[in-house]
């Protein structure tokens, strides 16, 4: 894929979702999204970080190489549903995190459609972050078109990074990985109950 000028959509600019957008705009793609049934806030982070509006998600459809679903996980399967009814023949990219017991059957539901499916998960916080957390926004893919997916944020604030695995259960195993655990305040009293 010519990654040099894309339509990119945006589903839907909020916190992250908009940071994305800006990200892809500044590359000097054409990022698109749907203001219809959105907020003022939404609307207002989808001009300031340059996305166009189209009106509509089915406008999306039509126009987009490329779309990204990045949104809180109860509307993620709603938002691969309502692309399924559309023509969309490009790649979608579902960036969100979904509970690792239903990613299988989440990654079926978007199996044997026009578009290709891209398992995705950010790690990290929206631009700006707070301060005093991470810098670090890495973009986990998974599928036949996550290089292509990748290379779009090469010389940007996010990584691509390929892996060989759902994106969405390496991010919640890290996630669990790093989580501390809490502090034993009790630890003698355990010890003697473990005997």
């Given at each position: 894929?010519?990654?040099?000028?894309?339509?990119?959509?945006?589903?839907?600019?909020?916190?992250?979702?908009?940071?994305?957008?800006?990200?892809?705009?500044?590359?000097?793609?054409?990022v698109?999204?749907?203001?219809?049934?959105?907020s003022?806030?939404?609307?207002?982070?989808?001009?300031?970080?340059?996305?166009?509006?189209?009106?509509?998600?089915?406008?999306?459809?039509?126009?987009?190489?490329?779309?990204?679903?990045?949104?809180?996980?109860?509307?993620?399967?709603?938002?691969?549903?309502?692309?399924?009814?559309?023509?969309?023949?490009?790649?979608?990219?579902?960036?969100?995190?979904?509970?690792?017991?239903?990613?299988?059957?989440?990654?079926?539901?978007?199996?044997?459609?026009?578009?290709?499916?891209?398992d995705?998960?950010?790690?990290g916080?929206?631009?700006?972050?707070?301060e005093?957390?991470?810098?670090?926004?890495?973009?986990?893919?998974?599928?036949?078109?996550?290089?292509?997916?990748?290379?779009?944020?090469?010389?940007?604030?996010?990584?691509?990074?390929?892996?060989?695995?759902?994106?969405?259960?390496?991010?919640?195993?890290?996630?669990?990985?790093?989580?501390?655990?809490?502090?034993?305040?009790?630890?003698?009293?355990?010890a003697?109950?473990?005997?």
């Amino acid at each position: 894929m010519d990654t040099d000028s894309l339509k990119i959509g945006i589903l839907h600019p909020g916190r992250m979702g908009s940071s994305v957008g800006a990200v892809l705009a500044e590359q000097g793609h054409d990022v698109i999204w749907a203001s219809e049934g959105r907020s003022e806030e939404t609307t207002q982070r989808a001009v300031d970080g340059g996305l166009r509006d189209v009106k509509t998600l089915v406008q999306v459809a039509n126009e987009a190489d490329i779309i990204f679903s990045i949104c809180i996980q109860t509307a993620a399967y709603s938002n691969l549903s309502d692309i399924k009814s559309t023509d969309f023949s490009g790649i979608y990219v579902d960036a969100n995190f979904i509970d690792e017991h239903h990613v299988d059957d989440f990654n079926a539901a978007a199996a044997g459609k026009k578009f290709s499916y891209v398992d995705g998960c950010i790690y990290g916080y929206p631009i700006p972050g707070p301060e005093g957390f991470t810098d670090e926004r890495t973009f986990y893919l998974y599928g036949d078109e996550a290089q292509s997916i990748a290379d779009l944020f090469d010389g940007t604030l996010f990584e691509g990074m390929v892996l060989d695995e759902s994106a969405k259960i390496f991010r919640a195993r890290r996630m669990a990985e790093e989580t501390p655990d809490p502090p034993d305040t009790d630890q003698d009293t355990d010890a003697a109950e473990s005997d």
